[in-house]
């Protein structure tokens, strides 16, 4: 059975930095591009970044870009999100997401998402 | 980029009813169109990707159609576990968005 679990949401303040983790089972890892989707309160989904499993390649929402930092590590089934110089904007339910093959692919498997709240 | 629109924003339907949702791409996607249910409170779940491919385990209410930029997604009779927002997502390019969601209400 696949599981995701999201881990690492909280309160920053403005400008600070957080890193979301999302441990994976059930599936070779490793053989799946993974994916950030959130979702601002009462909002809709945004899509915010995708790690290939095939190339590593690696593409972000121009929202995020330069400020946001997605890796793996395949030893331990696990992908990250590093974010830094958050705003309050950034403020939002934080889901990965399975993709469904190793590059562009729909998202097949969810987290149960992690809260983000970025204020002072 | 590319942008998704769907519509409508929402609607009010009856158990039984036949719903339709459509999203229209800015530019071409081919076929790579996904759609997504969410219920309140929970995570997103993939109902049909590549246009018209049911995901494992969907009702076969559901089913999903295309013409050129414009796609739709159709339940045939609507049930209890319908209800939600549903969302169209293109894989086509990156950034891979999202349209802005389809609130689907009890009528």
């Known amino acids: 059975e696949v599981q995701l679990l999201d881990s690492g949401g909280g309160v920053v303040q403005p400008g600070g930095s957080l890193r979301l983790s999302c441990a994976a089972s059930g599936f070779t890892f490793s053989s799946y591009a993974m994916s950030w989707v959130r979702q601002a309160p009462g909002k809709g989904l945004e899509w915010v970044s995708i790690l290939n499993g095939n190339d590593g390649k690696t593409y972000y929402a121009d929202s995020v870009r330069g400020r946001f930092t997605i890796s793996r590590d395949n030893s331990k089934n696990t992908l990250f999100l590093q974010m830094t110089s958050l705003r309050p904007e950034d403020t939002a339910i934080y889901y990965c997401a399975k993709n469904r093959g190793s590059n562009w692919s729909p998202l097949d498997y969810w987290g149960q998402g992690i809260l983000v709240t970025v204020s002072s | 980029d590319i942008q998704m629109t769907q519509t409508p924003s929402s609607l009010s339907a009856s158990l039984g009813d036949r719903v339709t949702i459509t999203c229209r791409a800015s530019?071409?996607?081919?076929?790579?169109l996904n759609w997504y249910l969410q219920k309140p409170g929970k995570a997103p779940e993939l109902l049909i990707y590549?246009?018209?491919i049911l995901q494992d385990g969907v009702p076969s209410r559901f089913s999903g159609s295309s013409s050129a930029t414009d796609f739709t997604l159709t339940i045939s009779s609507l049930q209890s576990a319908d209800f939600g927002t549903y969302y169209c997502?293109?894989?086509?390019?990156?950034?891979?968005?999202f349209g802005g969601g389809t609130r689907v209400e009890m009528k």
């Open positions: 997502q293109q894989t086509s390019n990156a950034p891979l968005t």
């Open positions: 530019q071409s996607i081919k076929k790579y």
């Open positions: 590549g246009a018209s």
